[in-house]
């Protein structure tokens, strides 16, 4: 091969490598927000309409100095409740007070309520202690395989259960109880025990863990997200699953794996209306 032609061809794999950069700096830097809207009987009176603006999978990252425009965006949102679905923090970087911060200032914006991620689990017994005690204290409430109720008119019941308690007797546990007709909400951090919040009979489940699949193709979806392997099958979204309807979201950051392609971090929001699921 001629030196100019080489010459050439290396220019030309040099100017697509520089056009790319702004494109993948889009894809893991714009935030977008979703609207899902979950139908169910059991939301009447006040709960028509309220809405639940979830953060999952932060990972520490912020948008913005103080994470001004996340939390701009969840202002935006004008929730009637905001839930943490896990990896606030990463435990291959544990700073605590950069995670406890940004959960302090969406506290602000709404009723707060958070759930434990894989990576909050990896830290020692006494960091995560120590993390939960200061999330309290910011204005967060910590769910820990338990439920509370809301009085909103009708009122619902929001359980939260550890990212590895999803799939055991806990859950089923926590719903043995429940009035008949109440709406029950779970927070749970990951969307593989899909079938296991099935038949506990859980209305609503709001998780994240899956990161999207990482990279996105149209027509395909995610291509991997741990727990589920190659091309998993709960990434983004909606998903009915007989009588419990679970809402994944693509979360906010990034951990071990630090790029995402068609999969932009992401802040979600659920209308409840009422009417047939």
């Given at each position: 091969?001629k030196?100019a032609t080489?010459?050439?061809l290396?220019?030309?794999?040099?100017?697509?490598a520089?056009?790319?950069?702004?494109?993948?700096?889009r894809?893991?830097?714009?935030l977008?927000?979703?609207?899902?809207?979950f139908?169910?009987?059991?939301v009447?009176?006040?709960l028509?309409?309220f809405r639940?603006?979830?953060?999952?999978?932060?990972?520490n990252r912020?948008?913005?100095r103080d994470?001004?425009?996340?939390?701009?965006?969840?202002e935006?949102?004008?929730p009637d409740?905001?839930?943490?679905?896990?990896?606030?923090?990463?435990?291959?970087h544990?700073d605590?007070?950069?995670?406890?911060?940004?959960?302090?200032?969406l506290?602000?914006?709404?009723?707060c309520y958070?759930?434990?991620?894989?990576?909050e689990q990896?830290?020692s017994?006494e960091?995560?202690?120590?993390?939960y005690?200061r999330?309290?204290q910011a204005?967060?409430?910590?769910?820990?395989?338990?439920?509370?109720?809301l009085?909103l008119?009708e009122?619902?019941?929001?359980?939260?259960v550890d990212?590895s308690?999803g799939?055991?007797e806990?859950?089923r546990?926590?719903?043995r109880?429940?009035?008949?007709?109440?709406?029950?909400i779970?927070?749970?951090?990951k969307?593989?025990?899909?079938?296991y919040?099935?038949?506990?009979?859980?209305?609503?489940?709001l998780?994240?863990?899956?990161h999207g699949?990482?990279?996105?193709?149209?027509?395909?979806g995610?291509?991997?997200a741990?727990?589920?392997?190659?091309?998993?099958?709960?990434?983004a979204g909606m998903?009915?699953?007989?009588n419990?309807v679970?809402c994944v979201?693509r979360?906010?950051?990034?951990?071990?794996f630090?790029?995402?392609i068609?999969?932009k971090?992401?802040?979600?929001?659920?209308?409840?209306?009422?009417?047939?699921?």
């Open positions: 091969m030196k080489i010459a050439v290396a220019a030309a794999g040099t100017a697509a520089a056009a790319s950069v702004p494109y993948f700096y894809q893991n830097t714009d977008t927000a979703s609207h899902y809207v139908r169910s009987p059991k009447k009176g006040a028509e309409g639940i603006t979830q953060v999952s999978d932060l990972h912020q948008y913005g994470n001004c425009r996340l939390l701009a965006l969840a935006a949102q004008l409740l905001l839930v943490i679905t896990g990896d606030l923090t990463d435990s291959y544990t605590l007070d950069k995670a406890l911060d940004s959960a302090a200032r506290a602000k914006l709404a009723p958070y759930v434990n991620g894989n990576h990896r830290m017994r960091r995560q202690e120590e993390f005690r999330l309290e204005g967060v409430t910590v769910l820990r395989n338990e439920a509370v109720v009085g008119g009122g619902f019941r929001l359980l939260g990212c308690q799939r055991t806990t859950l546990e926590l719903m109880d429940r009035p008949a007709g109440e709406l029950n779970l927070l749970s951090h969307p593989h025990y899909a079938k919040y099935e038949q506990a009979g859980v209305d609503l489940v998780a994240g863990h899956a699949g990482q990279w996105r193709l149209p027509g395909v995610g291509l991997f741990p727990g589920q392997g190659p091309l998993p099958k709960y990434t998903y009915r699953l007989g419990t679970m979201s979360g906010l950051g990034n951990s071990s630090p790029l995402r068609e999969n971090p992401e802040l979600v929001t659920v209308t409840l209306r009422g009417g047939i699921k």
